[in-house]
């Protein structure tokens, strides 16, 4: 077996089963320690010892690849498949078999985890017909937000992203997670938003405001005629390592009405800590007509298959199939946010 391949997967199952990050990390590190590594090459380290004393490899990934130069499938990969068999979550299996993608992630650009070609790969090897690549804004500088010139530069890698997938059936669309403002403007200049497919709106700051300016600042995000998505409305976080926090405070009636009168869809974030809007935001916003976007807000490859979370809360809330945008084809995705 090839043992970056399987320290890669070995990555992956952990980030499904939302394992501690260093951990994680310590097989993408082994991972790419090794990447350039010609296979006789590889294999003659780690029968003399070499490998094992490598910066960045310990022992379990040292023994994780000893067993892959031997030709075997490592026991510790070979564990992780037999226990990540089952789903995440129960119920929304139908659902889950009609998403056709994802308009939420992240890359090492900004705040996640892994380079876009990992992320890219997962997608398709989860089956999905395309992902939206949506790394932070500017304004968000502990996430390490993109300006206008790094945005435009991970425009050329999607570009290329896309003509080495040779039409297999896989898009990686160009998007980003903006920032709405405290003055409701959008988070990146006008003309960076027009070169993009998806555009997901989110709130990051200053979410304790009171309700009416809350509102007045979710209003104007929604109403710019970028946004495609309105990102985890009301920020709460519910479980996780970041603790928890209350749900923002905001007029959920008027945000709705004004979603549905803009073609904004509004996303169920599918992260576990977030679930994201409450159940009862999602019956207002079923009234109000909205369309609904399924993401993962996946900051690793294996956080991707977090769709089952929101497949599951979707199918629970018992919104219709046909007005959750992710099940579209992708031709009537980009019809829809105006990049056709």
């Known amino acids: ?60 990934t040292y023994q994780v690849i000893r067993q892959a130069v031997d030709g075997a499938v490592p026991d510790y990969l070979e564990d992780l498949r037999q ?26 650009w900004s705040d996640g985890g ?16 395309y992902l939206a690549l949506t790394d932070h804004s500017p304004n968000l500088k502990i996430a390490n937000g993109l300006t ?31 920032d709405i403002l405290e003055n409701g403007e959008l988070d990146q200049t006008p003309g960076m938003l027009d070169r993009l497919d998806i555009v997901v709106a ?14 007045r600042r979710m209003l104007a995000g929604i109403r710019d005629p970028h946004t495609n998505v309105l990102g985890h409305c009301t920020g709460r976080l519910v479980e996780g390592s970041r603790g928890t926090r209350p749900q923002s405070e ?22 576990p800590e977030r679930q994201d809007p409450p159940d009862d935001l999602i019956q207002l916003a079923l009234d109000a ?3 609904f976007s399924i993401d993962s807000d996946a900051h690793a ?14 199918a629970s809330n018992s919104v219709p199939a046909e007005r959750i945008i992710t099940t579209w084809p992708l031709d009537r995705l980009l019809e829809w946010s105006g990049k056709a």
């Not at 070995?10 to 010609?38: H, M, P, S, Y």
């Not at 226990?83 to 078999?97: D, I, M, P, Q, V």
């Not at 989110?202 to 509102?215: I, N």
Request: aromatic share 4%; glycine share 10%; net charge negative.
């Open 1 to 60: 077996m090839d043992a970056v391949a399987a320290l890669n997967e070995i990555a992956f199952w952990l980030e499904r089963e939302r394992a501690a990050t260093f951990k994680v990390q310590a097989f993408r590190k082994a991972a790419d320690t090794i990447a350039g590594l010609e296979p006789a090459e590889l294999k003659a380290r780690a029968e003399d010892g070499r490998l094992k004393r490598t910066k960045g490899i310990g022992d379990r």
């Open 83 to 108: 226990r990540s068999t089952g789903s995440l979550a129960e119920g929304g299996n139908e659902l889950l078999g009609s998403l056709r993608g994802d308009l939420h992630s992240h890359s090492d």
């Open 114 to 129: 892994s380079p876009i070609s990992l992320m890219t790969e997962a997608a398709r090897l989860l089956g999905r017909e």
């Open 148 to 178: 206008a010139e790094r945005l435009a530069e991970q425009l050329d890698v999607v570009a290329g992203i896309n003509d080495g997938t040779g039409g297999n059936g896989f898009t990686l669309l160009a998007g980003i997670e903006v």
């Open 202 to 215: 989110s709130v990051h700051s200053k979410l304790r405001s009171d309700r009416s300016t809350m509102t």
């Open 250 to 271: 905001f007029d959920a009636k008027k945000v709705f009405a004004a979603c549905a009168e803009n073609n904004v869809a509004v996303e169920i974030n599918s992260r």
């Open 289 to 291: 007509g909205c369309l």
């Open 301 to 314: 490859p294996g956080q991707l298959d977090f769709l089952q979370y929101g497949a599951a809360r979707a």
